[in-house]
Structure formats: structure tokens, C-alpha cells
């Protein structure tokens, strides 16, 4: 006997406590439906298959489709838990009781993102999926993984011996770096990577060919000079720390070099970051930027730095900048 229970799936355009209810509502309806092994009507597979593609974004819909059939069933569980939020506000309908009960669903998942908003911190057994057992053994076609929480009620054996290659991985965490680079060693396909490292934990460059493959980057500059080094980076959101160094990136000269796609928060406020005229020198690919700052505009600076970069940069097409108050 199957039964479909609720879970946070989010998709673009749509609000996730919508589907939450229309989900719950349905779980409990179900409960005690046994699936039909048989379908009630013939359909050729991929007449199927169309039908159930076009609602992608109708969560209410697929699970009671889901509970129609077997064939039924093998074709909306891959769209109901493709992409799987949790969200700390959503409480009861986290989905991990589903996947503890039917582990293999988990083989399902593309996305998985555990976020928090404001104080909210997400839900202890949030966690669960990634520590090992069989959700985790199982969790095998994982491509994207956004861990992004500040409160420290996080497992401490998550992400271990994990059966899949992300493309896609965002930590920020206040752990130790160390757990993270023993992760990132496993992962070889990893293309986009946003981290926070502070740089009293820094302990160097990441040696290739760890994250050998890395295109876009996120983070402040601990980050930076722990993998930016020896790699191809073309896309890089520089996100200043309050412990970051004052010192220049001649030794990162190279690799500056084949960004072309650059956004650089410009200040928070604080004299030791690093300013955006340290690096302009190294750009000599960038194509398109984008500066922002978290303080009162001062239209001399700006005009100053708007001459400076159109004088120097001769690759650049597109420029923003946008002031945040």
C-alpha cells in the first residue's frame, strides 16, 4: 500500500503554503486508499507521461493522480519531489516523516534547500535526510543543494558518504571550514558554489583538482582565496565580511582575469574592505558588472568610480549600480 503524505515543494510562480494545504487535505483523505494496480483505462505511456508534464505546477492535482494507480503513481512522484523546500514556518508539513517512511522516494530529489527566515530557525529533523541511512544512500540523483541557516541546531554527521555528485551547493553555516572542504573533496561535477569562509579560519588555497570544474562563485573573501586560486572562475559575487583582509590580490591576477561576469558589493561602511579600484586592473575579460553598496550614495565617489571603470575596462558592455539603504 502506497500513500502520498504532504511535503514543501516549491516552484517558480507558485506560493508553497498553498500546495502545503491542498497537500495536507489530501494525505489525510488518502490515508487508508489502496492503489490500484491496474489503470482504469488504457493510455499509450507517453500519452501519459504529456498529461502529467502539464501539471507541473498543480502539486493537489498530481497526488491524487498518484494515488489512482500504480502507472499513475511512477509518473507524478518524480514531479512531486523533484524540488523539496524547508521552510521553518511550514512546521507540520516537512516531508521528512515521508521519505523516513518510504526511503527510496528520495531518489526522486533534484533540489533540496533547508533555508531559515529571520529567527526561524528550520526544523531539527530538517537534518535527517543527510545523515546517513537509506534516504541518504538513496538520494543518488541530488544536483543542487542550498544549506543557508545561522543557528547551529545542525547534525553533526550530515553529508557523509553521500551517493551523489552536485553541480549546484551553497553552505552557509556557522561551522568549522574543515567539514566543509572534507565534503567538497567527494565532489567532482560541483560548478556553482557559494560559501562563507572567515579568514580566521583560512587555511589556505584548496588545491586543485578539488572543485577543479567551479564557473561561478559566491562569497566573501575567505572564500575567495580558498578557491578562486588555479581555477577558471567566470562568474564571482564578491560578498565583503567584517574579518575580511585589506591586503591586494596581485597573487590572484590570473584568475581575475577571466571573470566576466562580476558583482562586487563596494562597502559596508568599513575602510578595511577591499575597495573595487584594487581589482580593476586584473579584469581584462569583464563583460558585465554590477556594484552595490549598503551606504548613503555618494554621487562624487560614483562618478569618480564610473570614470575609472569605463577608462580601464575596454571588454565591458553592461554596467549597474544600485544603492542598498
Keep these: 500500500m502506497e500513500v502520498c503524505s504532504s511535503s514543501i515543494i516549491q516552484t517558480p510562480g507558485q506560493s508553497p503554503h498553498a500546495s502545503m494545504a491542498d497537500l495536507r487535505k489530501l494525505s489525510k483523505r488518502n490515508t487508508e486508499q ?21 501539471l507541473l505546477d498543480d502539486h493537489a492535482t498530481l497526488c491524487s493522480l498518484s494515488l489512482a494507480n500504480k502507472l499513475l503513481q511512477n509518473e507524478c512522484q518524480p514531479l512531486l519531489y523533484r524540488v523539496v523546500v524547508h521552510n521553518p514556518l511550514n512546521g507540520r508539513g516537512a516531508p521528512v516523516t515521508t521519505f523516513k517512511k518510504f526511503p527510496y522516494l528520495t531518489r526522486h530529489i533534484h533540489a533540496y534547500h533547508i533555508g531559515q527566515l529571520g529567527t526561524y530557525a528550520p526544523r531539527k529533523d530538517s537534518w535527517d535526510l543527510l545523515r546517513p541511512g537509506p534516504a541518504l544512500s538513496a538520494m543518488r540523483n541530488l544536483k543542487s543543494l542550498h544549506i543557508r541557516v545561522i543557528h547551529r541546531n545542525i547534525a553533526q554527521d550530515i553529508l557523509t558518504d553521500c551517493p551523489f555528485q552536485l553541480v549546484s551547493f ?84 590570473n584568475e581575475f582575469g577571466a571573470i566576466q561576469n562580476l558583482t562586487f558589493h563596494t562597502s559596508f561602511g568599513r575602510k578595511h574592505v577591499v575597495g573595487f579600484n584594487t581589482i580593476v586592473p586584473y579584469l581584462k575579460n569583464l563583460q558585465c558588472l554590477e556594484l552595490s553598496t549598503f551606504v548613503s550614495p555618494d554621487f562624487h565617489a560614483m562618478a569618480t568610480n564610473l570614470f575609472i571603470i569605463f577608462s580601464s575596462l575596454s571588454t565591458l558592455w553592461t554596467m549597474c549600480m544600485s544603492f542598498l539603504t
Excluded: K
Excluded at 489502496?34 to 502539464?54: H, Q, S, W, Y
Excluded at 583538482?209 to 577558471?232: A, K, W, Y
Design 170 to 253: 551553497s553552505w552557509i553555516l556557522p561551522l568549522e571550514t574543515g567539514r566543509l572542504l572534507q565534503f567538497l573533496a567527494t565532489q567532482g561535477s560541483i560548478r556553482c558554489l557559494s560559501s562563507r569562509i572567515s579568514m580566521d579560519t583560512f587555511s589556505g588555497p584548496l588545491a586543485v583538482p578539488v572543485c577543479e570544474n567551479l564557473e561561478q562563485l559566491e562569497g566573501d573573501r575567505g572564500s575567495i582565496e580558498t578557491f578562486l586560486p588555479g581555477r577558471r572562475v567566470t562568474s564571482l559575487v564578491w560578498i565583503p565580511s567584517w574579518g575580511d583582509s585589506t591586503s591586494g590580490v596581485e597573487h590572484l591576477a
Design 34 to 54: 489502496v492503489i490500484d494496480e491496474t489503470p482504469a483505462f488504457p493510455l499509450p505511456p507517453e500519452l501519459i507521461g504529456e498529461i502529467v508534464g502539464n
